[in-house]
């Protein structure tokens, strides 16, 4: 291995060896502080039967891979990790038994707790999905959790049918903005909570441009929500404002928590518990595809998503997800922005010009 | 009809006519106000094929009740109605068509809502559940509600095994100690939170010779929370309490909320509903009594649920509920204490010896 200090930011040849660059990290603290970049040699041609090698394309900063090399998040990995859960590249190889995976195909990790912060990973050929071609960069590296999240949330917890309402608190999350787009895909109305702010209007203006319903601050919201009634309630706030849109389930309805921003408590009223028989429940995508790794209907679910997903995004119905496009050597930056910016997603890229 | 200031006590004969007493209110409000005695004429010799005639023997004043004459209640009668929801009498005579009854079965209101404050009724044989001749008066006439909630919470949630432990609130309430019990017999561990009082030891003493594990105020449970792992909480408090024994639940536990005795929301960290896949739920006694109606598999529970307490009760596993024996016509008194005393119920008696 080299030193620390003599880093590549790609993948390079040096004398037959192979070095990939990554962001490693080998305790939990402060991400400024504990991340490293450094480069980690890889054996060429020396793939087992069943891996392949895959080159890295793009891979985003999410919130709960900071709370992971902070220590905080449920998943700790073993130390020392590779940072990042979620990012697409493409097969650059494969080994002779590989019966999945062919070179060029465009893939993301099977499930969360890969290190996708690198240029390059040689694995199991099971710790890999294939995706749609078709799918563009920013999408594919961004496709695994908040598009997913969104759908499986839609599609999962309550039978919804066509001009049905979902109400949703954190509405302008990269989740919330996920879920106005594919309800209204699905033909469901979104009756979205947001936090007052200085350009409310044209939040306002955006999400209803991308299929909100309507959008309401939090004091517009208890306004108006005697009149709304759902049958699903999706919550990244909790508090008094998760207590508002509990408000709105009807007979069997559904409250699912993803997110909780406000450090508060999730809240929901006594009768409608007794009276009205509604649930509260939560959801995370990491185990959904834990799960779906160990069972058909699951695995099959999976396929179908993505592939409907896809289709989503070819026919443009799904826009672009914003993301700042971020070097390798640029991670003290990406990490600090990811952590103080709300609304726009820290992309890392590595070039794709490797040999 | 008679006047209503000439009121018999029980149900009696004149010149042929038959007159059965009833606690009875045509408007909504204060039960003090609102509550009258009357006596209604009941048609002799008359029953219709499928209709019983039912002597009733007690029925007690349930807060439900209460709520439901102040008009509070979810569930409004049509007014003007008879009070009163639970209670149990005896079957006196048969319709020339009835197959599931016969004179001289013990049987309780097949539903809520039938108005069991009178001391006889005419009704279809279907509005009627048969019970076991072997449980004594007090025990019949309270075992609709609070032993068969504590019964089916128990139950219906979570598939407990021997030696699981099932964490509660308001655990001095007739619910919390048929949970205590019934837990007990099924061989569960319960943890049990009450609110501080002047004589705290005597009813930690008290819950604990009827079976708790372990008795708690909200203060020392705080304390000990840590280390309680449950896969099932039972609440009837809400609030920072609800939060509390949220708090014990394991992977996948669930908390049934059945009151909300503090009016404060229903709470529950964020983070077990997303990585532990905890569930909040909802029970209603009531509610459970009407699908079984229409419902084979329900059905065949609730008769299972009704002859193991009745064996209980009889192997004097379960202790004798709190009542308080009144007269009809003491009704003033009873409704007071109803809503003022908390841990006694009150129990009208309907005289049996009738002709």
Redesign the interface.
């Known amino acids: 291995m080299l030193s620390r200090t003599s880093v590549f930011l790609k993948t390079i040849n040096i004398h037959g060896c192979r070095f990939a660059s990554q962001l490693f990290y080998d305790r939990y603290g402060d991400p400024l502080e504990v991340i490293q970049l450094q480069n980690e040699s890889i054996e060429t041609n020396s793939l087992k039967a069943d891996e392949v090698r895959i080159g890295f394309r793009a891979s985003p900063i999410n919130p709960a891979d900071i709370n992971q090399i902070q220590g905080v998040y449920?998943v700790k990995p073993k130390l020392p990790a590779i940072g990042g859960n979620e990012g697409f590249g493409i097969v650059e190889e494969i080994g002779s038994n590989v019966s999945s995976l062919n070179v060029g195909d465009h893939v993301i990790p099977a499930a969360s707790g890969f290190g996708t912060w690198r240029s390059e990973a040689i694995s199991n050929e099971n710790n890999f999905y294939k995706i749609d071609k078709r799918i563009p960069m920013k999408y594919a590296a961004t496709l695994q959790v908040n598009p997913c999240t969104a759908y499986r949330m839609l599609k999962d917890f309550v039978e919804l049918k066509e001009g049905d309402t979902v109400v949703q608190n954190g509405a302008n999350s990269a989740v919330g903005r996920c879920v106005i787009q594919i309800a209204k895909i699905l033909g469901y109305e979104t009756i979205n909570v947001v936090r007052k702010r200085e350009n409310i209007d044209e939040l306002k203006s955006e999400l209803e441009s991308i299929g909100a319903t309507k959008v309401y601050t939090e004091e517009e919201f208890l306004k108006n929500s005697r009149s709304i009634k759902s049958r699903l309630a999706l919550n990244c706030v909790?508090g008094r404002n998760s207590?508002g849109i509990a408000s709105t389930l009807q007979q069997n309805g559904i409250m699912v928590?993803?997110?909780?921003m406000s450090k508060q408590?999730?809240?929901?009223?006594?009768?409608?518990?007794?009276?009205?028989?509604?649930?509260?429940?939560?959801?995370?995508m990491s185990?959904w595809y834990e799960k779906s790794a160990k069972n058909q209907e699951l695995k099959g679910k999976r396929d179908e998503m993505y592939s409907e997903i896809a289709d989503w995004i070819v026919l443009k119905k799904l826009v672009k997800p914003k993301v700042v496009l971020r070097q390798p050597e640029e991670y003290k930056e990406a990490l600090k922005d990811a952590m103080e910016t709300a609304g726009i997603k820290q992309l890392f890229v590595f070039d794709d010009n490797k040999n």
Chains 1, 2 share one sequence.
């Open positions: 449920p909790g207590l928590t993803y997110g909780g408590p999730v809240q929901g009223a006594t009768g409608p518990f007794i009276f009205k028989d509604i649930i509260f429940r939560g959801f995370w185990s």
